[in-house]
């Protein structure tokens, strides 16, 4: 098994995140699932070549989207194509608007003196996939579950937006490419080339 598969990394059982309210899509209620789950004392770290096959549990990841609205006021969000290296491999070829991944038990053991290691993680993901060389806001908008994919079965989103002061973010790993910010009516025409996710959140927070 490669050692991606054998990285031990966080989950939540899937019961509790049911007991708080189960939805399919998206949901802008993150205060409602966040700290409730991230909070638990039903957090683990299990090997995800496990959690991939394992419906019980959802892993917990970061999904971050980046907007910038051009100075005439056109609203743009960076996209990428996958390609065939590491990462979930049931997702490549497909285009994205998120960046990324999941928290692991590496993430809890360096986690810096906030304790935090959910932002740990968030940081350390963000830093291997992309340079992000301009200011900008983040807020928290929303979470994904999609339980009509294997993809989705096993796995729990939290959205992150964060709006940028330019365009300058660009990719640091080979696996991102095609990269760039693309004009939402262009993404949204597309939305079959896109990852499920992308094509959840894109629906919930852009189509009108």
Do not use: C
Not at 9 to 22: W, Y
Not at 96 to 121: K, M, P, Q
Not at 142 to 152: R, T
Request: no cysteine; hydrophobic share 35%.
């Amino acid at each position: 098994m490669s050692t991606v598969m054998l990285e031990k990394v966080l989950v939540v059982p899937t019961k509790l995140f049911h007991e708080l309210g189960h939805f399919q899509g998206f949901s802008p209620d993150v205060e409602r699932y966040f700290e409730p789950l991230i909070g638990s004392d039903q957090v683990s770290y299990r090997p995800r070549g496990e959690m991939e096959e394992d419906p019980s549990f959802k892993q917990f990841i970061p999904y971050v989207l980046f907007r910038y609205t051009t100075p005439d006021g056109e609203v743009q969000i960076f996209d990428y194509q996958r390609g065939g290296g590491g990462g979930e491999a049931r997702l490549r070829a497909k285009r994205s608007v998120g960046v990324g991944g999941h928290i692991s038990l590496e993430d809890a053991e360096a986690v810096n003196h906030t304790g935090d290691v959910y932002r740990e993680g968030l940081s350390r993901e963000l830093e291997e996939e992309v340079s992000i060389d301009t200011p900008y806001t983040e807020q928290a908008a929303g979470m994904i579950n999609d339980d009509e994919s294997e993809v989705g079965k096993v796995h729990l989103g939290v959205v992150h937006l964060f709006d940028v002061e330019s365009p300058a973010v660009t990719p640091r790993e080979d696996d991102l490419v095609d990269a760039g910010f693309r004009p939402v009516a262009d993404i949204l025409a597309e939305l079959e080339h896109y990852e499920t996710w992308s094509q959840i959140v894109m629906r919930a927070l852009f189509e009108k």
